[in-house]
């Protein structure tokens, strides 16, 4: 691993390789661009348009209207979908409207028949329904500081954004209104369900607009307890019958957000994506990091196995907590990894495999 293969310093690694040195003590000190090479790389003020996996932009995230195919967030899925079978038959899928009552006709159902009407009355009446057409879809994706990080082809917040974008297209092709809550540490931005394009485009602006934001040198702190705030407004907003799909690393994660999801389950259907990198797994050893806050930051070695373990518990613990409500909240739970191409993966999860 070169020293420009990972590129965030909050709560997470930037790695130089060189050898183990356990006599070597921690240091913490000013943020000095001159300790790492990765550092200067992405400290710049301005995102270029060439830093692909790095940011995202309006016209890659338009572009994804045309890959937002093949999948879908229905009960009726693909065979290989990950939501065929035992979880999609807990998805409610579209409702049923009572649209009136008329007297039975010959070939009509019987379970459809109103009983108490048909006392009253004393001849046999039917209550008639239409199909709910309308599915309406809340995307909640993640772009605080936390996500701005990868080792591998993405960073998480490229991850979020471009797997939000590919959910707004879908639903906006699917005929259903679709909304988006996008926060940041500092920022939650909530627009509206609407089947319009303008609402996708407005999406995908927002998307653009805090992913681009993001900075390494950022004295914004770290806001743990955002993911909870986003989540209350939805809460307020999603009564029944919408497809609410968090994206994001779920820093932050407590009780509250599982109470929180546990009611958004209870009316709507819930997906979780968590977003993941590798490193996060599977950490380097006799490597030092340099890990940073933007204003002070400490080299570490990984050569002590206390410090590996540590960081791969932490990691472990938050994703075995969102693994545990499907089998409690019956909320589908469909990781990402920042390794591969975000609509790749989610025509593995959720459409029809490659072949």
Known sequence: MTPSTVRHFDSSTSSTPRPSDSSTPSTLR????????????????????????????????????????????????????????RHASRMRGRGLNFEELRGYLPGDDIRTIDWKVTARIGE?????????????AFLIADQ???MF?????????????????????????????????????????????HRSKSTVMQILGALVEQNRA??????????????????????????????????????????????????????????AFPVFDPLSTNFPENTRLVVSNGELQIELETGKGSLQQR??????????????????????VLPLTTASEPEDQ??????????
């Open 214 to 271: 993001l900075q390494a040198n950022s004295t914004v702190p770290a806001n743990p307890a955002q993911l909870n705030i986003a989540l209350e407004g939805v809460l307020q907003i999603t009564k029944h019958d919408y497809l609410i799909a968090i994206i994001g690393d779920f820093y932050g994660l407590d009780d509250e957000t599982t109470r929180m999801v546990t009611l958004l389950a209870e009316h709507n259907d819930v997906l």
């Open 346 to 355: 989610i025509l593995t999860l959720l459409g029809s495999r490659k072949g």
């Open 144 to 146: 605080r500081l936390s």
């Open 30 to 85: 000013p943020l000095d661009s001159s300790t790492s090479s990765t550092l200067r790389l992405f400290n710049s003020s301005t995102p270029n348009a060439s830093d692909e996996g790095v940011y995202v932009s309006l016209g890659e995230l338009i572009a994804l209207e045309y890959k937002a195919k093949g999948f879908s967030f229905l009960p009726r899925q693909p065979i290989h979908s990950l939501l065929s079978g």
């Open 311 to 332: 960081v791969i518990d932490l990691a472990d613990e938050r994703l075995r907590t969102i693994m545990k409500w499907q089998e409690e909240l019956a909320v589908p």
């Open 124 to 136: 046999p009446y039917v209550r008639v329904y239409t199909e709910e057409r309308d599915r309406p």
């Open 149 to 193: 990080f990868g080792s591998r082809k993405y960073m998480k917040s490229v991850v979020a954004a471009k797997l939000a974008a590919l959910g707004a297209w879908r639903v906006f092709k699917a005929g259903d209104r679709v909304g988006a809550v996008i926060f940041n540490d500092s920022r939650i931005q909530q627009i509206r369900p």
